[in-house]
């Protein structure tokens, strides 16, 4: 039977948007870990014991600082159908960022390929052997705050972060990558599309804190299928 009550954590209450058969959707707080790390017991454990329920799977995953869409299966061989639209990039998938720094472009395609940097750190390279692509568009709202809505094309590590610090408008309270201090890192994962047993879902969860501002977004930005966004062309190179 589904549920409609929020699962209460450390870290404010996880609220469920859909709960189905066989999935669970439910809006991610930020602050807390997916999978159990040294500190914490990790958002899917919390979940299994709270709904007492005998499976779990995480389908995909939202970095600690990440609010927003989180996707779980209840069985293994549904985790196995949703991962693998994860994985060929047929998941349709939109998230907010802020930034309180001037961007080096309002809009367009951040293109390149992922490197490792310090103590876990990645960066953006100007070649494109295998890049990591974002999709943007971004709207000022007052005050040196700008609001980005972001379109990844491909599910590289710490991608949307990097994207942004590469353009030169690192995500407010992102600690790791110099973003400005604030009481959280302010990416938020708010639309979620995908297929299953022949049927197609649609969710979004927009974020809930008055520094979203969202009163003042671009009306075109509700209905983000819809949009014209910036080009893509192909610049993946084979290796020979």
């Not at 991962?83 to 367009?108: D, H, N, T, V, W």
């Not at 379109?151 to 710490?158: D, M, N, S, V």
Request: charged share 25%; glycine share 8%.
């Amino acid at each position: 039977m589904p549920h409609t009550l929020p699962v209460e954590t450390p870290f404010g209450d996880i609220r469920i948007v859909a709960d189905t058969d066989d999935f669970l959707l439910v809006n991610k707080p930020a602050g807390i870990s997916v999978h159990k790390d040294d500190q914490d017991a990790g958002l899917v454990m919390l979940l299994q014991s709270q709904l007492q329920l005998p499976e779990l799977y995480l389908v995909h995953r939202l970095d600690r600082m990440t609010s927003g869409l989180l996707l779980l299966a209840r069985r293994k061989t549904v985790a196995a159908e949703l991962g693998q639209q994860f994985a060929e990039r047929r998941m349709i998938k939109f998230y907010m960022a802020l930034s309180q720094a001037k961007p080096k472009k309002k809009q367009g395609l951040i293109s390149g390929d992922m490197l490792k940097a310090r103590r876990g750190s990645w960066k953006l390279a100007p070649s494109s052997d295998n890049p990591a692509r974002t999709q943007f568009f971004s709207h000022g709202l007052g005050g040196g705050l700008r609001v980005f809505l972001l379109r990844p094309l491909t599910g590289k590590t710490h991608q949307l972060r990097v994207a942004l610090k590469s353009i030169g408008a690192p995500i407010l309270g992102d600690s790791r990558y110099a973003g400005a201090v604030a009481e959280r890192g302010f990416l938020h994962a708010w639309y979620l599309g995908f297929e299953l047993g022949g049927q197609a879902y649609r969710y979004s969860c927009l974020p809930e804190e008055s520094r979203w501002q969202q009163a003042d977004w671009p009306a075109e930005w509700a209905e983000p299928e819809h949009m014209s966004w910036p080009e893509v062309r192909s610049t993946i190179r084979t290796k020979q």
